[in-house]
Nanobody
């Protein structure tokens, strides 16, 4: 079984930055893709960005140029650097992990990001 633990959320003013981290732990697992999703109040969960074990990345249009996803395979950790934050980025951010091209098989509990305008 795999456990994902997010950290780094909080309250920030619009235009500010935050860095989220997600560490995977457990045994006997193989993860290809690690991703960040978010869910705003009253909205569906959406993919923000993902990164494959080979380093290929994918971003939702609304965060391109502002967010950067990165990964440390040796530490089984994925990061999300969020710059130029906007109030519409306010959401619970979830870490997900799984196979290539597949929906996440494992989820973290989420970390709240609140951007004040």
């Amino acid at each position: 079984q795999v456990q994902l633990a997010e950290s780094g959320g909080g309250l920030v003013q619009a235009g500010g930055s935050l860095r989220l981290s997600c560490a995977a732990s457990g045994s006997g697992f193989i993860i290809n893709t690690m991703a960040w999703y978010r869910q705003a109040p009253g909205a569906q969960r959406e993919l923000v960005a993902d990164v494959s074990s080979g380093g290929s990345t994918n971003y939702v249009d609304s965060v391109k140029g502002r967010f950067t996803i990165s990964r440390d395979n040796a530490k089984n950790t994925v990061y999300l650097q969020m710059n130029s934050l906007k109030s519409e980025d306010t959401a619970v951010y979830y870490c997900g992990a799984g196979g290539f091209g597949m929906p996440p098989a494992y989820w973290g509990k989420g970390t709240l990001v609140t951007v004040s305008s």
